[in-house]
C-alpha cells in the first residue's frame, strides 16, 4: 500500500480520558470540541494553516480569548480527521494512506487549508498523494471503499467519480501492458522463483492474468458504488460477458438466498464462510433488482440456469412484477441453453395448485415462442422413414425447446391436482414441426394418464390428440398398440401406421431389388461383357429366385394386412372387449411352444430370439407400464 510521509517533529499529542492534550510546555488557549472529544490546542498553529478556524476565532476575539470555544461537530471523518489536521499543522509527522487520504482530504477542505494559509498546506499535499494513487488497483479500490464514510463531500470533490473513471480504465485494459499491482499480485513468483513487484521483471515473464480477476476486489464495494463501476466499464468498452461474469460474482456473494447451499441453517443469519450479517430481506430484494437491471440485454451473455436461479430467489423475496417480467424475458430469448432441472421452480404463490409453477413456464414459453417466430424459417412437416427409425435430427433451437418441454411435461405430469387444460395448453405451444419425434410427449401424456385415472375417456382422446401417431419410433408404437390407457382409436391409428409403414418399406426394398435384377449393360465394352457373361448369369438367376420369394411374401403380407383391417373394423363396429380385441390383433402373450418355435428358426437363420418385453431407443424399456422415450 503507498504511502506519503509529511512533517518532521515527534508526536506530541496524547489522548487524557476524552481529552487529547498537546504537550508542547505552553497552555492551551483554544478548545476544539468534536463529537465527545475535545482537543486543547494552540491559537497560532492552526491560524497559519486553516481558514476556517482564522474566521471562527475572529468571530469570537471581542470576549474572553482564554476560554475559545469551538464546535466542529461536523467536519468529516470526526475527531480522527481532526487529530491528523492538527498534527499536520504542529508539524508533527503523520503518514498519508489510503485507509485515511480520503477523509483528510475532506477535513482539509472543510478547514479550507489552501496556499493561501501557507505553502504546501494540506490540500494540496492530498491531493498530489491521491493522483499518486489513482494509478494504482489496489489503493484505488481502499479509496473507493473509504468514499462510503464521507460520501456527499467525497463527491462534491470528485474523488469518487476519479477512482471510479481509474478503476474502469484498468478493468477495461489489458492488464499484461501495464504494471500496476493487482489484488494479492504486489509480490508475486515466477515459476522459476523470480520475485516480480509491480509487474517488473528482466528474467521472467509475469503471471497471465484471466479476465475475472477485478471480480474479487471490486465484490467489496457497496451496491451504489458498484453500480456506478459496472456503468463506467460499460461506457468503456468491455465485452457484455465480462460484465455479466462480474455481476454472478457480486450476486453469489450477496445474495445469500440464491444458492441452495445458502439457505439460513440453525438461526444463523450470517453469509457462508463470513462473519458479516445477512440484510434483510427487503435489503435483499432491492440488490436482486438492481443486478438485474444492470445484466446486459445480449442475448446469451448471461448463462441461462443463472437466470432461472435468479427468478426462483426473486420469487422467494416478492420481487417487483416488472423484475420477474425482465427475467422471464431473458430466459424466453435462451430457453434452448436451459436445462430441465433448472425448470423445476417450485410454485410459490399464495393459492398453491400444482406442485410446480406451471404458469411461470407457460409465460417463459410464450416469449420463447414470440420471439422465434420472427427469427426462425417454417420448418417442413415431413418425416423420413430415417427419423421414424431412429435417425439423427438436426438440433434446432426449435427442436431443443421442444425436447425440453416434453420433459417437463412428463415431470409434472405426476402431480394429480394439475388440470388437464394447463396440461394441454403448455404442450400444444410448441409446433408439430419442431418435434421429429413423438415420443417425448406420448410419455408424458401416458405418465399423466397413468396419474390421472379418473379421466373420462372424451378427454383421454382430447389429450392425445396432441401426437401424432404417424411420428412415434417402432419402439414407440409397439408400446402404444398394447396401452391400456389409451383410447381404442388411437390404438387403431397406430397400428394402421404401423402397418403402412412396414407396406411402404418393403415395397422400397422390392423396388430397389427389381432394378437391381433387370439392370444390364446395354453399352459399354462389348469384350468385357461377354468376359463376365457366365458370372452375370449366376448372379442373375440367384437375383431372380430372390425376387420371385419376396413377391409371395408380399402378396401374402398384404393378404394379412388386409383380413387385419377387416377384423379391426368388425370390432370397432361391435365394440368387443379389449381382450379380445388385443388377441385378435396378436398382441397377446406368446406361449412357450411358440418361444421355442421362435427360437429354433433365429437358431437356423443365425439370429437371437427377440426380446418379449418393448426395448426402447439404446435398452429403454417399459417400468411399471410406462413408456420410458
Known amino acids: 500500500m503507498a504511502c506519503m510521509k509529511l512533517g518532521s517533529k515527534p508526536d506530541v499529542f496524547h489522548l487524557d480520558g476524552q481529552t487529547w492534550l498537546c504537550s508542547s510546555g505552553l497552555p492551551s488557549d483554544v478548545i476544539i470540541e468534536v463529537g465527545e472529544l475535545s482537543f486543547h490546542l494552540h491559537k497560532f498553529p492552526l491560524l497559519s494553516r486553516s481558514g476556517l478556524l482564522e474566521t471562527l476565532m475572529g468571530e469570537l476575539s471581542g470576549g474572553d480569548e482564554n476560554k475559545c470555544v469551538l464546535h466542529l461537530h461536523d467536519i468529516p471523518g470526526g475527531p480522527r480527521a481532526l487529530l491528523l489536521v492538527a498534527k499536520f499543522c504542529y508539524g508533527v509527522k503523520i503518514e498519508l494512506s489510503a485507509s485515511n487520504i480520503v477523509s483528510l482530504r475532506c477535513a482539509a477542505e472543510y478547514m479550507r487549508m489552501t496556499e493561501e494559509h501557507g505553502e504546501g498546506n494540506l490540500i494540496v499535499q492530498t491531493e498530489n498523494f491521491l493522483n499518486e494513487i489513482f494509478g494504482n488497483w489496489t489503493d484505488s479500490i481502499k479509496v473507493l471503499e473509504n468514499c462510503e464514510e464521507v460520501l456527499q463531500q467525497a463527491e462534491e470533490l470528485h474523488i469518487v467519480s476519479r ?175 436451459a436445462v430441465l432441472e433448472d425448470l423445476l421452480i417450485p410454485n410459490m404463490g399464495y393459492s398453491v395448485e400444482t406442485l410446480y409453477d406451471i404458469d411461470c413456464i407457460q409465460r417463459i414459453l410464450d416469449h420463447f415462442m414470440l420471439l422465434d417466430r420472427d427469427s426462425t424459417d417454417c420448418a417442413s412437416n415431413f418425416v423420413d422413414e430415417g427419423q421414424l427409425m431412429g435417425g439423427s435430427h438436426p438440433l434446432t433451437p426449435m427442436t431443443m425447446v421442444a425436447n425440453l418441454v416434453d420433459g417437463y411435461l412428463a415431470e409434472v405430469a405426476p402431480d394429480v391436482n394439475l388440470k388437464l387444460p394447463k396440461f394441454q395448453s403448455l404442450a400444444a405451444v410448441i409446433p408439430e414441426y419442431a418435434r421429429p419425434l413423438d415420443d417425448g410427449i406420448y410419455r408424458a401424456i401416458d405418465i399423466y394418464l397413468k396419474a390421472h385415472p379418473w379421466l373420462t375417456d372424451s378427454e383421454r382422446e382430447q389429450i392425445c390428440r396432441l401426437m401424432n401417431c404417424q411420428k412415434l419410433s417402432l419402439e414407440a408404437s409397439t408400446h402404444a398398440a398394447q396401452n391400456e390407457r389409451l383410447p381404442l382409436r388411437v390404438i387403431v391409428q397406430v397400428l394402421f401406421f404401423e402397418q403402412l409403414r412396414l407396406r411402404t418399406s418393403i415395397a422400397g426394398w422390392f423396388f430397389v431389388s427389381d432394378n437391381l435384377g433387370n439392370s444390364q449393360n446395354p453399352s459399354g465394352n462389348l469384350t468385357l461383357a461377354r468376359n463376365e457373361a457366365s458370372i452375370q448369369t449366376g448372379t442373375a438367376q440367384d437375383q431372380t429366385i430372390a425376387v420371385e420369394s419376396m413377391r409371395e411374401k408380399v402378396s401374402e403380407l398384404e393378404k394379412e394386412c388386409l383380413n387385419m383391417r377387416e377384423e379391426i373394423e368388425k370390432l370397432v363396429k361391435t365394440k368387443g372387449s379389449w381382450n379380445a380385441i388385443l388377441k385378435k390383433l396378436g398382441f397377446r402373450v406368446k406361449s412357450k411352444s411358440c418361444e421355442a418355435k421362435v427360437s429354433k428358426k433365429c437358431i437356423n437363420t443365425k439370429q437371437s430370439p427377440p426380446s418379449t418385453e418393448p426395448q426402447m431407443n439404446g435398452g429403454k424399456t417399459q417400468k411399471n407400464g410406462e413408456f420410458e422415450g
Open 163 to 337: 477512482c471510479i473513471n481509474s478503476l474502469a480504465m484498468k478493468a477495461c485494459a489489458d492488464p499484461s501492458l501495464f504494471s500496476w499491482p493487482m489484488a494479492g499480485q504486489s509480490a508475486r513468483q515466477s515459476p522459476e522463483g523470480t520475485a516480480f513487484w509491480n509487474g517488473i521483471c528482466t528474467t521472467a515473464k509475469p503471471h497471465p492474468l484471466s479476465e475475472d480477476w477485478w471480480y474479487d476486489d471490486v465484490c467489496f464495494l457497496r451496491l451504489p458504488l458498484y453500480r456506478r463501476l459496472i456503468q463506467a466499464v460499460e461506457m468503456g468498452g468491455m465485452k457484455p460477458d465480462r460484465i455479466a461474469g462480474s455481476l454472478i460474482h457480486y450476486a453469489k456473494r450477496h445474495l445469500s438466498l440464491l444458492c441452495r447451499q445458502s439457505s439460513l441453517q440453525n438461526g444463523n443469519r450470517s453469509a457462508p464462510g463470513t462473519t458479516i450479517s445477512v440484510p434483510s430481506d427487503a435489503d435483499q430484494r432491492n440488490l436482486l433488482e438492481e443486478l438485474v437491471e444492470l445484466l446486459p440485454d445480449q442475448k446469451g451473455v448471461t448463462p441461462t440456469n443463472f437466470l432461472l436461479r435468479l427468478l426462483r430467489t426473486s420469487m422467494i423475496l416478492h420481487a417487483s412484477p416488472s423484475c420477474r417480467e425482465n427475467l422471464e424475458k431473458r430466459i424466453g430469448a435462451q430457453l434452448d441453453q
